[in-house]
């Protein structure tokens, strides 16, 4: 990633300067115990001092850099995988964990995992060539550059195993406890589910604990491997900013084993980002042409009506919207959620909107999770509203009037298409709103069978003149009685 670059120039400066102002202040401490003259001393004093502040500036810039590099690529790639979600048949669930948690994790994997190996591996290679490849140096930094952080990772993604089934009862213990308190009281059972969940919790401690140990011990051993160095090139008679400088070498690689840890926490979240910008776009079918006027989508349930609609939606995102089967209510007031559609909405443009779909609901109403406090009804009218206040150039309506009674709906219904001028496309179960349709589809099996007005569709023989015949039925038993 290029926008990095510049954070890892000032990282590879501020490691340097940081193992200039070691040297040089352990030189300085030492030639100051001898007692020569102050101007023997004067340039390794400016020295340490420009050296820390150099190394506090660069330190400074790299996280600045670091940082707007970071927040500006995650920005694009939130852009880019919601772009790719929109056209991508994946639940409301999966789309929320790739668009937020996964796309946040991907800092971590640049700022915490990417950053600092690039900046131990720049730094290193420096320190190789000024000592002209000691050896000592060479397998320092092999052990904490590629062995320690190996040993890292694979301790990590077997410790994240052992915790995801842990983990995974405590979220299930958390949600009985605060779903089912009530019952669980009434019962005598919370006891028991509480001393189910600490359990849970003992267990999680302590793999928690366990893990936290093989962590400490690769420390240990990368603290042990730093000064090992360190004495291998003491006994071999280096100089003293020799033996300083590949401690201080080193110490640039210590982080690099708890960058391999997070990096197998978040390389599964940066792999399925990945995954989403990489799936080749799938071609609209050629049933997704946008259409004009009155639209009817019938069909059995299963026969492909909703896909339908939800092709549409996808292939023409800023024109086609409405009520479709996977629309959401949000745990906010009815005006809340009917305000999605257009947060700048007057309360005037709320009122007709309301009116329009008969939504007898307070505007101030919470509505609860996934609009469990209202009714059928109620929540299908509520959706309604947001489509008709958000007025796009085509209106998509999957069964919006599903949850009321035959005769209310209907009314409902026509008052709608009464006062809306733009494309409606509707999937009913109910031919008679279908009527005075422009065009009706019929599907069958995924795939249109039949197609025209209602007058063509009921003087030929199919789907449509059947479902036409049965629902007329008990309009023509009560007509004779």
Known sequence: MRRLVPAVVAGVAAELAGIGLMTTAVWLIMRAAEQPPLSALTVAIVAVRALAVTRGGMRYVERLAGHSAVLRHLAEVRGRVYDALVRRPLNGGD?????????????????RCLLPGAVAVVVGVIALVATGFAWPLLVGLLVTVCVIPWAAHALAVRHLRALAPLRSALAEQTVVLLDGAAELTAFGALE?????????VDSLAERERRGGLGAAALAAVAVGVQFGVALAFLLSGAPAHVVLGSVAVLEVALPLASAAQRWAEVHGSVRRVREVLSRPEEAAPPETELPVGRVGVVGASGAGKS????????????????????????????????????????????????????????????????????????????????????????????????????DHGDAVLHKVLDHTTRTVVLVTHRLAPLVDFDHILVFEDGRITQQGTHADLIDTPGYYRDRWSTERLPVTANSRR
């Open 95 to 111: 789309a929320l964990t790739r668009l937020v948690s996964d796309v946040d994790s991907m800092q971590d994997a640049l700022l």
């Open 192 to 200: 028991r589910e509480l001393a189910a969940t600490g359990q849970v």
């Open 307 to 406: 896909t339908f609609l939800r092709q549409l939606a996808a292939a023409h995102p800023g024109l086609a919207k409405g009520v479709l089967d996977d629309a959401h209510v949000f745990h906010a007031t009815v005006e809340a959620n009917v305000r999605l559609a257009r947060p700048d909405a007057s309360q005037h443009d709320l009122d007709r909107v309301a009116a329009l779909v008969d939504l007898d609901v307070p505007w101030d109403t919470v509505v609860g999770e996934d609009g469990d406090s209202l009714s059928g009804g109620q929540r299908q009218r509520l959706l309604l509203a947001r489509a008709l206040l958000a007025d796009p150039e085509v209106l998509l309506l999957d069964e919006p009037v599903e949850g009321l009674t035959i």
